[in-house]
T-cell receptor
Framework: AQSVTQLGSHVSVSEGALVLLRCNYSSSVPPYLFWYVQYPNQGLQLLLKYTSAATLVKGINGFEAEFKKSETSFHLTKPSAHMSDAAEYFCAVSDPWGLGGFKTIFGAGTRLFVKA | NAGVTQTPKFRVLKTGQSMTLLCAQDMNHEYMYWYRQDPGMGLRLIHYSVGEGTTAKGEVPDGYNVSRLKKQNFLLGLESAAPSQTSVYFC?????????????FGQGTRLTVV
């Protein structure tokens, strides 16, 4: 089965600094990868997804992620953090299931704190 | 455009009590899911449905039951609540299970079992 590991349950950056959230995956098939964001007291919403079209994926709110097969990584970055980026971020991978099709497997999440 | 709506948003139960969480989606999605979210563990799939009248077990189904009598609704039941079921529950839906399909989430239900 596929799995994802997010390195660091908490990350703190200053406003204007680079945001780097790390995600490594394991997959026996070509992976399809996602980043979701969860703002306080809300559900998850899709930031971006990799589906093999391009290794550098751009998402909403200035975030992007790069798929690196050799490193089995899909790290999320943003050049300049904003206070509104404070949230929890989940990396996820599509996992094939027995009846056909795929379900989504989520990492444990990384909470991003942004300091003024 | 409501998307995925969960009710209630908060609930406190006593051990042994029962309750039903309701999820409704207005996007005509075939696939619906119930997840629980616990600190440090991400989201874990409880049950899912691939269409009206169908349900199936996910990773952590014990202690829960589900029903999908109408395409737009997916109910999660706890027959006899236990403190271990204290969690935040999320419902999600998707248009398909093709690889790379995005899931749409409700705002969650925070359940505390005392």
């Amino acid at each position: 089965a596929q799995s994802v590991t997010q390195l660091g349950s908490h990350v703190s950056v200053s406003e204007g600094a680079l945001v780097l959230l790390r995600c490594n995956y394991s997959s026996s098939v070509p992976p399809y990868l996602f980043w979701y964001v969860q703002y306080p007291n809300q559900g998850l919403q899709l930031l971006l997804k990799y589906t093999s079209a391009a290794t550098l994926v751009k998402g909403i709110n200035g975030f992007e992620a790069e798929f690196k097969k050799s490193e089995t990584s899909f790290h999320l970055t943003k050049p300049s953090a904003h206070m509104s980026d404070a949230a929890e971020y989940f990396c996820a991978v599509s996992d094939p299931w027995g009846l056909g099709g795929f379900k989504t497997i989520f990492g444990a999440g990384t909470r991003l704190f942004v300091k003024a | 455009n409501a998307g995925v709506t969960q009710t209630p948003k908060f609930r406190v139960l006593k051990t042994g009590q029962s309750m039903t969480l309701l999820c409704a989606q207005d996007m005509n999605h075939e696939y619906m899911y119930w997840y629980r979210q616990d600190p440090g563990m991400g989201l874990r799939l409880i049950h899912y449905s691939v269409g009206e009248g169908t349900t199936a077990k996910g990773e952590v189904p014990d202690g829960y039951n589900v029903s999908r009598l109408k395409k737009q609704n997916f109910l999660l039941g706890l027959e006899s609540a236990a403190p271990s079921q204290t969690s935040v529950y999320f419902c999600a839906s998707s248009v398909s299970v093709l690889v790379g399909t995005e899931a749409f989430f409700g705002q969650g239900t925070r359940l505390t079992v005392v």
